[in-house]
């Protein structure tokens, strides 16, 4: 008897390489994917302008790295309470000195170009439709840094505008860097400030853009991050505390999910090696200056310097190294 409806996502149209280039960007589900990607060594840039949600915010930034545009980069510029921010990044980026904070920002633009110039693929993560716009201005913002909320109106995007601006951005992307892949993804994460009925109406409209996007571009395809926690899972057991995020359980089910339909045999290979060597490096020892442990720290450490044929395992073997005794 079944008592739920597993997804089985299909083989991704191309393998992702564990030694090329991975550029994420988007929601905190983004930030998720990219730190598993770094933990099995993956060359990976992860959400180099902090956490995005919006599509219409995400797709600016990608353009500006795309065209290394840095022209009017000052107009997104507020200071709140003697430190300045940018309404188009996280506030991790943040400086007492305005000239600093946009030194800093043209540096992170840059350093993600070049990345992306490298990159076998881009992994986008929508979070909302909702968006803020300045009151000021009209501009949207990806971050309203607390400012008051009287600063800003609240709307919900149209399918037609986050089409049609995936659509340039796609474009665009394609221009520059012919051969990068996209895997899209609606992040499973609920934003419940929107309450859960709006938020549902969101992720509809994300989930149809993306379903567009992959109809209309060969070099996009979907990852059904959303539909494994929400059709797959589909318990609050799954979710953490807040019930609003997936708990490590469940984000662990959707990353090997992820991994079986696009990593390549070579990485799907390495992470079955590297996975056995992390429990190793956490085993705890009860008579560490035993022989028998002696001899397992030894033949780790053999291990780590021929895996560093293939990867930088530097941190790794000083932890072992420490730990052996001295002959």
């Not at 992702?16 to 099995?40: D, H, N, P, W, Y």
């Not at 921010?85 to 800093?104: C, R």
Request: glycine share 4%.
């Amino acid at each position: 008897m079944q008592f739920r409806t597993e997804i089985m996502p299909p083989p991704a149209p191309f393998r992702v390489s564990r030694t090329k280039s991975i550029f994420t960007i988007g929601s905190c589900f983004a930030e998720v994917m990219g730190r598993r990607l770094e933990q099995v060594k993956a060359n990976t840039l992860v959400n180099p302008f902090g956490t995005v949600f919006n599509p219409l915010s995400l797709h600016k930034l990608l353009r500006a790295t795309l065209q290394q545009d840095l022209l009017g980069l000052e107009e997104g510029l507020v200071e709140k309470n003697g430190r300045w921010y940018h309404y188009d990044f996280h506030s991790s980026f943040s400086h007492a000195q305005p000239e600093e904070l946009l030194q800093q920002l043209q540096d992170q633009i840059q350093k993600a170009h070049s990345f992306l110039a490298q990159a076998q693929a881009v992994l986008v993560t929508w979070g909302t439709a909702y968006v803020y716009e300045r009151v000021d201005t009209g501009a949207l913002v990806a971050n309203c840094h607390k400012v008051p909320q009287r600063a800003f109106n609240k709307r919900l995007l149209t399918l037609a505008e986050m089409e049609e601006d995936t659509r340039q951005t796609l474009q665009l992307l394609q221009q520059t860097f012919p051969l990068i892949q996209v895997i899209l993804t609606v992040s499973p994460v609920r934003h419940i400030k929107d309450t859960l009925p709006l938020n549902s109406v969101s992720k509809s409209l994300l989930r149809v853009a993306a379903h567009l996007a992959q109809e209309q571009h060969a070099h996009v395809s979907y990852f059904p991050a959303y539909e494994l926690l929400l059709d797959d899972l589909r318990d609050y057991r799954f979710y953490g505390p807040d019930l609003i995020h997936p708990s490590e359980m469940a984000e662990t089910y959707i990353w090997e999910k992820f991994i079986g339909a696009y990593a390549d045999q070579s990485f799907l290979e390495f992470i079955v090696k590297w996975q056995q060597i992390q429990r190793d490096l956490a085993h705890r020892a009860f008579q560490p200056e035993s022989e028998g442990h002696q001899l397992f720290l030894q033949q780790l450490l053999d291990r780590l310097q021929a895996l560093a044929l293939e990867t930088d395992v530097q941190e790794e073997i000083a932890t072992v190294q420490r730990q052996l005794r001295m002959p």
